[in-house]
């Protein structure tokens, strides 16, 4: 810690999180009142409330090595607006908890605080509570984010029905690939020690999507423009083909897609050369790229087949169908969740 | 691990949080989709809604040495349910994140589970979400709750006046004595190893209130029979020095309590002499007895003063008259927050 940094505990439990919302403007009518009281209060007259949370844990989700720290709180914010535009919502409110080990100084935490304060501006939610806590060790971040749909405008995961077409928006497997490349420099740069320069040039976009993603407004928004309402609809947090089964599932269908129309940016696919991995395999099963996944009726082939934000890439099937995707040279190849699973990596 | 106990491992994450939801059944009309899908969707039509979050972490909130899972989960929600009936609220819905290490099994999860289910049956709550993580060290819990209150009698703790009469509801002082009381037993259970009893005989009521507490669901209840609306509540959670000068800094009024009317338990007060502590400052500035601190009109005081479940303990002032307490012997002394502070504790 230099001279010119703040020690929590000069300022303690209250005086820290007074510090860190005291400057918070209220931008939802839905806030009648924010931070300061036993509870937060709000108002979502004829709206269908929605619910959210999020639990963050240094060394398990993120890794403060190559994760700025403001970086990660507008993820850590953002995460939890993706899956409120999942169910065809809008984010209203956060809460936020921290628990912060000896090692992090107020600067820091105001670091991570601009970061969820800059998604709220963006995104237009209002932070309405919260908790500050030591920790014994590392970072620890737990955000529920409320939000408001319009009554039976709410997308679940069990709609959708044979012959919907399934869609996804943006592209695939970006931020896996950047998790990867983080990774890569993170090991060369233990071994070069001072001298390391890490190799990031050309690979901004999937470094972005891994370090900042962003959350899809920009498809529910089009999807109203357009006037169609999906079936089902989910963000792809754990993988294309984890969030396909789930889909499955619930709404107890099958799914066909193909695999030359999953959608792939240019970087993810030289990152994939680069380390000799299989791309599609990454594109279906890298976590971390809340896009939109989301079916519609195929009646509304037309209007989707327009979309900017979004492609189809397959069709929901009946059950018996299972879920399956047709790969380039014609096989028929079966989905397997490979998402990942913390509690068995290492 | 005995043989009979599951790895978490073997769920996986999806698993885990499926094997713990199952059996989850809705009670609240305002639950409209709980567990199973991006987020939970609620329904509070002409209502306030409330919500609160708690982020409780082993090594700094308890010790489950002496704390066993079942208790924890319990208190966890309750604490939880404390916050929304301060608010003069009803408590509806919660969710549940928790981070486990390896250290942990499916069993020993289902244990804190059944506490945290147990507290939701009590109180009418529904578990509508949460998230389930390995963790690098230890056990994290953060439940965020929900709850209502009909438009207009959400009780602030803005709302004090001069003059008001101020009230608590049960007794003070408990929950902290029954920790010194864990603590001492568990530093002489490392001295005496498997010879060890602890000596917990007539003590049960202080270990009950830092072990299991309830939320004052019954203060509001009474409240609401007698026709009284307080003008500022709040709950006792880091004693009741601290949450006094919260509601005169947010009502900007000072306060006058009596030393004599402080209500203490028996054990409580037999439990500070043992340990030679100034009794009235463990019931001053002890946290975790989850009792309502509330103002009234002092055109109430028939009614609060035949109050089964509260007392009067002082009244309001004019904010330059300060904080103080009037000694059994007519001194005045000044308030002082002295609660406890995570971030100085070692």
């Known amino acids: 810690m230099t001279r010119t940094e703040t020690e929590i505990a000069s300022l303690g439990e209250f005086g820290l999180i007074d510090h860190l919302t005291k400057d918070a403007k209220i931008k939802n009518t839905s806030t009648i009142k924010g931070v300061g009281d036993d509870a937060a209060v709000l108002r979502y007259a004829d709206k269908e409330t929605l619910v959210t949370t999020d639990l963050l844990l240094e060394g398990i989700h993120f890794d403060l090595t190559y994760c700025p720290l403001k970086h990660l709180g507008y993820k850590a914010a953002v995460v939890n607006f993706s899956d409120i535009y999942a169910m065809n919502g809008t984010p209203r409110q956060i809460t936020v908890s921290i628990g912060v080990s000896k090692r992090f100084t107020v600067e820091h935490i105001e670091e991570l605080y601009a970061g969820i304060k800059l998604a709220c501006e963006i995104y237009g939610v209002d932070m309405v509570g919260g908790d500050t806590s030591a920790s014994v060790t590392g970072l620890i971040i737990s955000i529920t984010c409320m939000g408001e749909a ?98 499955c599932k619930a709404s107890n269908v099958g799914c066909r897609i193909y695999e030359e129309r999953i959608p792939i940016d240019y970087q993810t696919a030289c990152m994939a050369e680069e380390f000799g991995m299989n791309l599609v395999t990454a594109a279906l099963n890298g976590g971390e790229d809340y896009e939109l996944l989301f079916t519609v009726p195929l009646v509304d082939h037309e209007k989707v087949a327009a979309m900017k934000t979004a492609k189809i890439i397959g069709r929901i099937t009946r059950p018996e169908l299972g879920a399956c995707m047709e790969s380039r040279d014609g096989n028929e190849l079966p989905i397997r969740a490979q998402g990942w699973n913390a509690f068995t990596e290492e």
């Open 150 to 247: 319009e009554k039976g405008e709410v997308v679940y995961r069990s709609g959708a029905r044979d012959t919907d077409l399934i869609c996804v928006s943006g592209d695939l497997g970006a931020a896996y690939m950047g998790l990867q490349l983080l990774e890569r420099e993170r090991t060369v740069s233990k071994q070069d020690g001072e001298d390391f320069r890490p190799a990031f040039e050309g690979k901004e976009y999937i470094l972005e999507r891994q370090l900042k993603p962003e959350a899809r407004r920009d498809v529910v928004e089009e999807l109203r423009s357009i006037g169609v309402r999906p079936t089902a609809m989910m963000d792809v947090s754990d993988g294309l083909s984890s969030e396909l089964l789930h889909i």
